[in-house]
């Protein structure tokens, strides 16, 4: 059992995104998606995460860039999401307590449900221009 702590350093952000990453990389319903996507670029992907989850918790700026515009034409739903949130929300609970840990799966949700919409809102507008 890894004793919990806060997070305070880059190198518990690296744990935590490690340990997620793991996760999904074994996970039935999003191992897919996340390597036929990402491929043998998991190292890149990696330090990104590092770097946005440092500045969103650490506030230290290293992280510049957008987001959603990698997840923009993903063909996932509500389910990808919600798992997605669930072993979040559990690599953090498993390691981490503390504010900073809250906000981290406070903002994990809240980007969920911002590219949830805008991801359905991209296949909508797809399908309608289709049509």
């Known amino acids: 059992?890894?004793?919990?702590?806060?997070?305070?350093?880059?190198?518990?952000?690296?744990?935590?995104?490690?340990?997620?990453?793991?996760?999904?990389?074994?996970?039935?319903?999003?191992?897919?998606?996340f390597n036929e996507k990402?491929?043998?670029?998991?190292?890149?992907?990696?330090?990104?995460m590092y770097k946005f989850w440092q500045t969103v918790l650490l506030e230290e700026h290293t992280y510049f860039g957008s987001p959603f515009v990698p997840h923009a034409r993903l063909a996932v739903g509500k389910e990808h999401f919600d798992r997605w949130m669930q072993l979040f929300s559990e690599t953090i609970d498993e390691r981490f307590y503390g504010k900073k840990?809250?906000?981290?799966?406070?903002?994990?949700?809240?980007?969920?449900?911002?590219?949830?919409?805008?991801?359905k809102y991209h296949q909508h507008s797809s399908v309608s221009s289709i049509l």
Not at 4 to 22: G, H, R
Not at 102 to 110: F, P, T, V
């Open 38 to 48: 990402i491929e043998e670029r998991w190292p890149d992907h990696l330090e990104k």
């Open 101 to 119: 840990a809250e906000k981290a799966k406070w903002q994990g949700n809240k980007m969920a449900e911002i590219f949830h919409t805008k991801i």
């Open 1 to 33: 059992m890894i004793p919990k702590k806060e997070i305070s350093t880059l190198e518990d952000i690296k744990s935590m995104v490690d340990a997620f990453y793991e996760k999904v990389r074994k996970d039935g319903l999003l191992k897919n998606i």
